[in-house]
Structure formats: structure tokens, C-alpha cells
């Protein structure tokens, strides 16, 4: 099993930014990608990044690109979310994912294992 710990959500005005990070415990050998998904009221949840522990290579959603920046600390199995030039359509509960391989997937379906999730809400 491994546990995903999830921190860093709060309130932020539009423009702002915020920083996520995710803690990763347990058998986490037996995964290699990392993923930011969120999910707003009423919408399906929805992939923003992912990291792959091993290489480092990344992955954004178009709608993050540029803005959000996702990173790994592998000596202390921490994966963060810096989202910058926050918009109000950014607000939704983000959650922290992990899966086996190494393949960066957007489909939230393949992750295995899942934090509880933290608020974020922008405010215009």
C-alpha cells in the first residue's frame, strides 16, 4: 500500500499563487508516476500534471501549462504543485495520485492510489 498525504490548499485572490506538495509513504517503490488531478463542484475530476519519479519527465494540462509547475524530492518522496497567476477557474479540491510505470497518464481511472485532498479556491 502506499499513502498519499496531500497539503498547502487555502484561499488565494486571482493572480496569486500557491504551493502543494504531496507525501508519499509506504511501498512507494511500486510506483513511478506522480499526478495532480482536481475536481470542481459538479464537474468530473480532471488531470493537471504528472511526474515521473524516476526521470523526472513532466506532463501539463493545457490548461496549467506555464503557469502551474510540478516537482519531485525524492529523498523525501514529496511531489509539489506550484501553481502560479492562479485563475478563479482554478478552484476545485486538488488531489495527489500515484500508479505502477513509468507512463505519465491523464486518465485518473489508471491511478492506483489516492490522498484525501485539499481545498483550493481563487477568489476574482
Known amino acids: 500500500q502506499v499513502q498519499l498525504v496531500e497539503s498547502g490548499g487555502g484561499l488565494v485572490q486571482a493572480g496569486g499563487s500557491l504551493r502543494l506538495s504531496c507525501a508519499a509513504s509506504g511501498r512507494t517503490f511500486s510506483t513511478n508516476a506522480m499526478g495532480w488531478f482536481r475536481q470542481a463542484p459538479r464537474r468530473e475530476r480532471e488531470f493537471v500534471a504528472a511526474?515521473?519519479?524516476?526521470?523526472?519527465?513532466?506532463y501539463y494540462a493545457a490548461s496549467v501549462k506555464g503557469r502551474f509547475t510540478i516537482s519531485r524530492d525524492n529523498a523525501k518522496n514529496t511531489v509539489s504543485l506550484q501553481m502560479n497567476s492562479l485563475k478563479s477557474e482554478d478552484t476545485a479540491v486538488y488531489y495527489c495520485?500515484?500508479?505502477?510505470?513509468?507512463?505519465?497518464?491523464?486518465?485518473?481511472?489508471?491511478?492506483?492510489?489516492w490522498g484525501q485532498g485539499t481545498q483550493v479556491t481563487v477568489s476574482s
Open positions: 495520485a500515484a500508479r505502477p510505470g513509468s507512463f505519465l497518464s491523464q486518465n485518473y481511472i489508471e491511478y492506483t492510489y
Open positions: 511526474i515521473s519519479w524516476s526521470s523526472g519527465s513532466t
